[in-house]
């Protein structure tokens, strides 16, 4: 394991972007006033870069930064480097940790569901498969939102949602995100956690946690879908955000079909493309 020190003569680090030259496993400590310090500030992380090569023939999508085993899910595989966001010191590898599905090879987004997978914000639903063309319910949006930031559940075992289990599988990760305000209920004290989310639910819920991180993406896309007239009120500004930022793109026509059923191949690539899109 290589150990790179990070040299600081101020206390107030606000953001540090590190390139690690060599591709072994890392350590990288912080130093201020000649005392190593444990940094941890989820609101002024580090940026790392690793350099990767990959095996013949391994899909890039599938590379990841890792942390005491652990997979850091805001990382990217660019350029013969694996760069990733962390908000605190530690030690670092890169692992190919792509997921294999039957039903996936030569789909459109076969490469986004490897990607998203392999950040463990997707899991398949069994025998191999992923189901890409299926709908994509609000329960599993909502997990994947947990999984995007490792939430700790555990505190979670009663649900505010009368049509929520105390057993359900989505149970925690509904309650954690009606907590911090990422979701919110249909009325009446229901979540309606089966039901197909729209595209314009998928557009609000995924700002909100942007928001909640206070992310920063870039505003590269000027333009307007032919069908934004449409957009409910409430998800007008998360859907323009994501358009902007080409997170989100149209179907065919440039519309964005906001009460439209989000499919989960269309959730993998969304969850792609907002990763990507912090480091652009």
Not at 88 to 93: L, Q
Not at 128 to 156: G, S
Not at 158 to 182: C, H, K, P, Q
Request: hydrophobic share 45%; net charge negative.
């Amino acid at each position: 394991m290589k150990k790179l020190l990070v040299f600081c003569l101020i206390a107030g680090i606000i953001q540090a972007t590190v390139l690690a030259a060599f591709a072994a496993e890392l350590s990288i400590d912080i130093i201020v006033e000649n005392e190593i310090i444990n940094y941890n500030d989820p609101a002024h992380p580090l940026i790392i870069n690793i350099p990767a090569v990959p095996s013949a023939g391994s899909n890039t999508y599938g590379y990841v930064a890792v942390s005491n085993g652990s997979i850091l899910p805001f990382s990217i595989y660019r350029n013969s480097e694996v760069i990733f966001i962390t908000p605190r010191t530690g030690t670092f590898g890169v692992v190919n940790n792509a997921s294999v599905f039957t039903d996936t090879a030569g789909h459109w987004a076969e490469n986004n569901i490897i990607f998203a997978s392999a950040r463990e914000l997707f899991s398949g639903v069994g025998n191999d498969l992923f189901a890409p063309n299926a709908p994509m319910t609000r329960a599993m949006f909502v997990q994947v939102l947990a999984n995007i930031e490792n939430a700790d559940l555990t505190a979670y075992t009663v649900s505010r949602f009368t049509d929520v289990s105390t057993n359900a599988w989505y149970m925690s990760a509904i309650e954690w995100a009606a907590e911090t305000g990422l979701a919110s209920g249909v009325g009446d004290g229901l979540f309606d956690p089966s039901a197909n989310i729209t595209r314009e639910q998928m557009a609000r819920m995924l700002v909100n946690y942007i928001e909640y991180r206070q992310f920063t993406l870039p505003l590269n896309n000027a333009s307007t879908f032919n069908d934004e007239s449409s957009v409910s009120a409430w998800a007008l500004d998360p859907v323009r955000t994501l358009h902007q930022a080409g997170v989100v793109g149209g179907r065919a026509g440039n519309i964005f079909d906001p009460q439209g059923i989000a499919t989960r191949a269309e959730a993998a690539t969304v969850f792609m493309q907002f990763i990507t899109a912090l480091f652009n």
